[in-house]
């Protein structure tokens, strides 16, 4: 059980376009989900939380103008990067909570997206 | 500012032998601490995670926590060339989880 997925799992844009990448959880409700951002030989850097049905909560340094997240269902959260530059190149990886499941504070993870931005 | 640090490796080791991963955080108020196998391109996967003081085994990994000094490790006894990964330490604080930069490891046939 708690699978999480995402789509696209790469997706490569032009700059100045926008981009959206989804997060779903697949065998159970997510109370939070989180958006995290791994650039090559970096850790994850948590950007945002979100909470179902209310706005997320972004990280110092994260611009929530530009990282929208909607998290608009227990199953579902979206991240859009909007005006990509080649600089938001970076894998991002979502991973999924449950308060009511076993491990309440257990991250499941995505498998994570490539974006590459020219 | 929170951080969890990780030596980068890569920790090369010969195939049967023991790898050990060490991981120090800054945060006394951390509450349980994790580690995670991460292939080159892929998501974490969670190995295993421990939140008392002491040892905690699962299979051929061992967790160890010393919250006096601030320090956990991960043990891989019996290395195969598959456990050749990098591995990442992360604490837990409530629903955030904060994550080293990793380390390699290598294991050698």
């Known amino acids: 059980g708690a699978v999480v997925s995402q789509h696209p799992s790469r997706v490569i844009c032009k700059s100045g376009t926008s981009v959206k990448i989804e997060c779903r959880s697949l065998d159970f409700q997510a109370t939070t989900m989180f958006w995290y951002r791994q650039f090559p030989k970096q850790s994850l850097m948590l950007m945002a939380t979100?909470?179902?049905?209310?706005?997320?909560?972004?990280e110092q340094g994260v611009e929530k103008d530009k990282f929208l997240i909607n998290h608009a269902s227990l199953t579902l959260s979206t991240l859009t990067v909007t005006s990509a530059h080649p600089e938001d190149s970076s894998f991002y990886i979502c991973s999924a909570s449950s308060l009511t499941s076993g491990s309440p504070y257990e991250q499941f993870f995505g498998p994570g997206t490539r974006l590459t931005v020219l | 500012q929170k951080e969890v640090e990780q030596n980068s490796g890569p920790l090369s080791v010969p195939e049967g032998a023991i790898a050990s991963l060490n991981c120090t955080y800054s945060?006394?108020?951390?509450?349980?601490f994790f580690w995670y196998r991460q292939y080159s391109g892929k998501s974490p996967e969670l190995i295993m995670f421990i939140y008392s003081n002491g040892d905690k085994e699962d299979g051929r990994f061992t967790a160890q926590l010393n919250k006096a000094s601030q320090y956990v490790s991960l043990l891989i006894r019996d290395s195969q060339p598959s456990d050749s990964a990098t591995y990442l330490c992360a604490v837990r604080r409530y629903s955030t989880l904060t994550f080293g930069k990793g380390t390699m490891l290598l294991v050698s046939p």
């Open positions: 979100s909470n179902e049905g209310s706005k997320a909560t972004y």
């Open positions: 945060d006394r108020g951390s509450q349980s």
